[in-house]
């Protein structure tokens, strides 16, 4: 089955910094990769998503960036702000349009110091 | 609309005891499943269905049965309720192939003593 890494495990940035967050996959024909925000007690909430047929993709500050060959996705967040605190998955499909539901990333808990 | 509704919040069971996680959805959404969240494990992938009448596997299905009567509804049922199926349970929906949005809902926090 589909096998997703996500790294760091805990990322801590200086407000207005930049913050990365990477994602590789095993699968080949996994065709999109969305990116979930869960903040403490709460549901998981889709923020970005990108297709296969996509490279980037921007949101006001975020972005996700795919590289196909390389089998790795990225969300990067520019001018973080204390509500950006929070913890970060990955997921993707396999293929099959997202039928076969999604397989999620353990998660990178994104701190934002003042 | 009230998106993706599961019943109950909270739940503490006995071990052995079985029980029935509810998930509606009101979006006529073809797509749904069910997720297990552990600290430090991300969100485990239990059973979907692509409609109603169909179910399948996924990651984690042991310990677990779905059934999907309905386009609206897909419970999850414990059958014999174990330590280790302590956990936060998500339900998710989705439209079709054409659209892969994923709405969960509020989840159920399930404690087995």
């Known amino acids: 089955g589909e096998n997703v890494e996500q790294h760091p495990s805990t990322l801590s940035v200086q407000e207005g910094d930049s913050a990365v967050i990477k994602c590789t996959y095993s699968?080949?024909?996994?065709?999109?990769f969305p990116w979930y925000k869960q903040e403490l007690g709460k549901r998981p909430q889709l923020i970005i998503d990108?297709?296969?047929?996509?490279g980037e993709k921007k949101d006001q500050r975020i972005a996700v960036t795919l590289n196909k060959t390389a089998k790795h996705f990225s969300l990067h967040i520019t001018e973080t702000q204390p509500e950006d605190s929070a913890v970060y998955f990955c997921?993707?499909?396999?293929?099959?349009?997202?039928?076969?539901?999604?397989?999620f990333g353990k998660g990178t808990h994104l701190i934002i110091q003042p | 609309n009230a998106g993706v509704t599961q019943t109950p919040k909270f739940q503490v069971l006995k071990t052995g005891q079985s029980m029935t996680l509810q998930c509606a959805q009101d979006?006529?959404?073809?797509?749904m499943s069910w997720y297990r969240q552990d600290p430090g494990m991300g969100l485990r992938l239990i059973h979907y269905?692509?409609?109603?009448?169909?179910?399948d596997q996924g990651e984690v299905p042991n310990g677990y049965n779905v059934s999907r009567s309905t386009t609206e509804d897909f419970p999850l049922r414990l059958l014999s309720a174990a330590p280790s199926q302590t956990s936060v349970y998500f339900c998710?929906?989705?439209?079709?192939?054409?659209?892969?949005?994923?709405?969960f809902g509020s989840g159920t926090r399930l404690t087995v003593v």
């Open positions: 998710a929906s989705s439209y079709s192939y054409n659209s892969y949005g994923y709405t």
């Open positions: 699968d080949s024909a996994s065709n999109y």
């Open positions: 990108i297709r296969s047929n996509v």
């Open positions: 997921a993707v499909t396999e293929s099959g349009g997202g039928a076969d539901g999604l397989t």
């Open positions: 979006m006529n959404h073809e797509y």
């Open positions: 269905s692509v409609g109603a009448g169909i179910t």
